[in-house]
């Protein structure tokens, strides 16, 4: 069983479009993450919400917003999609925040066109 | 930004140890030193961490030197399986830094057959 999964795996759109990407994790753990890796490979933190509470925000546009509808989800919600959104978006999860080990899910390819 | 540093790329021949290098110079007294990494088109997954000690775990082995300004992460035996970016993160578990991981390039390891 997938312990962090992402739908969908690819996403292709228009510019300006909204779409957004799910994230569920079946671990059971209370902290869940959103990171972003673009073209260049680096790999930044977007936001972490734990126990369904915002705990990190950082520096992301508002035009993107994360909703935890429970513990075990947190999506990734994307208005009036840009070029610059183009990239690979990753969830995580720990059992706790500060936890050693995060867990990542298999990603989400966006594409904007 | 990252707080380290690490050579863009190593090769290793199969079977052999690999040993990657990551200088954390600026490291303070609170900040462990984590290791990730990638596998092509997958998430991180998580390595190994330390403080101070070296450790040791079913996957490699982390030596930090006394000083704690660097450390190396040693694959005893590497396979054609351990090709992948690794990532040598510092991380302050104290506070909000606690719940994010700050990926800098990592180093991409190649293991040739």
């Known amino acids: ?23 569920e994790q079946n671990l059971g753990h209370d902290t869940m993450y959103w990171y972003k890796q673009d073209s260049k490979k680096f790999l930044k933190i977007m936001f ?36 610059g959104d183009s990239a690979v ?5 720990t059992r706790l925040a500060g936890d050693n080990e995060q867990f990542f899910g298999p990603g989400t390819r966006l594409t904007v066109l | ?14 079977g052999r140890a690999a040993n990657l290098p990551c200088n954390h ?3 303070s007294g609170n900040e462990y030193v984590y290791w990730y ?17 070296n450790e040791t775990n079913e996957m490699a082995s982390l030596i930090i030197t006394e000083d704690r300004k660097s450390s190396t992460l040693i694959l005893p035996h590497a396979t054609l399986r351990d090709t992948a970016v690794y990532y040598c993160i510092v991380r302050d578990l104290s506070g909000a830094g606690s719940y994010q ?10 293991v040739i057959p």
Request: with cysteine.
């Open chain 1, 1 to 23: 069983d997938t312990a962090v999964s992402q739908t969908p795996k690819y996403l292709v759109t228009q510019m300006g479009n909204d779409k957004s990407i799910k994230c």
């Open chain 1, 48 to 83: 972490s919400y734990n126990n369904k509470e915002l705990i990190i925000n950082e520096t992301v546009p508002n035009r993107f917003s994360p909703k935890s509808p429970d513990k075990a989800h947190l999506n990734l919600h994307i208005n009036s999609l840009e070029l």
């Open chain 1, 89 to 93: 978006y990753f969830c995580a999860s």
């Open chain 2, 1 to 14: 930004d990252a707080k380290t540093t690490q050579p863009p790329s190593m090769d290793c021949a199969e």
């Open chain 2, 25 to 27: 110079s600026t490291i």
């Open chain 2, 37 to 53: 990494r990638q596998i092509h088109s997958q998430g991180p997954q998580y390595i190994i961490h330390g403080l101070k000690n």
């Open chain 2, 101 to 110: 991981l700050t990926f800098g390039k990592g180093t991409k390891l190649s």
